[in-house]
């Protein structure tokens, strides 16, 4: 923890200032190289468009894990109204039987075919005015009323839950085609840097291993999720992805708690308050560190001052400096 002391008490980095007109991604690459110097606004326009393809991401996951869920509960409905669409059927036919039964008894009159209307309610309003109604007969037929109410309440839910969806999948769409433009662009800006600074930022993107021997996780919990998330280093970055062999920034952090046996939300915004924040100061190994105002971005406390994460689009799972970027919470889970 004493490299964490040499970082600004804000958890800001002002460690970086050579770097600080830069966040996400350039922040992250390291110095940069003097003969890479004219391209400076090509490569903050690139950190830009990472930065944003991010915020766009962490919104994708938020909406395709809602599409999931409502696909469930959307299927689990649909089998719901089958099993209720049987028993009304059920109940229509021990109903027709009684009464088919009782008319040829002479018990009732000739008016079975109301029994199957839509509105058994009136019906048996109608048979009791009458007197042409058996207590057997009149306790199935509010059977069947209820019946029928509960399954219309269900396809009217199971209507609004499907209407949700489709939002759902239209929002997931629309956040899909946006990180998309971003990386597009991203791309077209590093394919038209010379050939050094390309080489710069792919030295940059692999990262290095720190001496952590001495970080110790605080518990058993915070153990397991450093392990998991130090056998990622490598694989690479996949926007929209949680594992195994590829991970945006917070699906590696809901992955790697997996094997703790935590289930994190899915994205760096949830996962800020999926716990207790405590200080920079007083981050250990496997706590979650939140990065930027709008935590669009989050890593994992390594210890030594510093993180795993996720970086950004071509790099790969990595240690960096906790002071990378502003900080902005650090969540012990």
């Known amino acids: ?26 922040a992250a690459l390291g110095a ?5 110097a004219p391209h400076g606004h090509t490569r903050a326009e690139v950190d830009r468009l990472y930065e944003e393809a991010e915020r766009a991401t962490q919104a994708f996951d938020k909406a395709a894990e809602r599409a999931g869920t409502l696909r469930r509960e959307v299927r689990d409905a649909q089998d719901h109204i089958a099993r209720g669409q049987l028993r009304v059927n059920d109940l229509r036919e021990r109903l027709g039987s009684l009464a088919g039964a009782q008319y040829r008894s002479g018990g009732i009159d000739p008016t079975v075919a109301l029994l199957f209307s839509d509105d058994p309610a009136d019906y048996l309003d109608k048979a009791a005015t009458l007197d042409r109604i058996g207590a057997q007969q009149a306790g199935q037929l509010r059977e069947l009323e209820n019946a029928m109410r509960e399954l219309a309440q269900e396809r009217s839910e199971a209507a609004g839950k499907l209407a949700e969806l489709e939002r759902s999948r239209k929002a997931v769409a629309a956040h899909k085609r946006t990180v998309e433009h971003k990386l597009a662009q991203a791309r077209r800006l590093l394919n038209g840097l010379p050939a050094a600074d390309r080489a710069a930022f792919d030295r940059a993107s692999r990262g290095s291993r720190p001496d952590l021997t001495s970080a110790v996780a605080p518990d058993g919990r915070a153990a397991a999720a450093l392990a998991a998330a130090r056998t990622a280093l ?3 970055y996949v926007w929209g992805a949680n594992g195994p062999s590829g991970f945006d920034c917070s699906g590696l952090m809901q992955w790697a708690y997996a094997h703790a046996g935590i289930h994190l939300p899915r994205t ?21 560190v939140v990065y930027r105002a709008d935590a669009s971005h989050v890593a994992m406390y390594a210890g030594n001052g510093q993180v795993i994460h996720a970086p950004y689009p071509g790099a790969a799972v990595r240690y960096d400096p906790v002071g990378m970027m502003p900080v902005s919470s650090v969540t012990r889970p």
């Open 268 to 288: 760096s915004q949830e996962q800020r308050f999926a716990g207790h924040q405590v200080p920079l100061s007083q981050a250990r190994p496997g706590d979650l």
């Open 234 to 236: 490598g694989r690479p």
């Open 32 to 36: 940069v190289p003097a003969h890479a």
């Open 1 to 26: 923890m004493g490299s964490h002391r040499r970082l600004a008490p804000s958890g800001f980095d002002r460690g970086a200032t050579a770097l600080c007109v830069l966040s996400a991604a350039t």
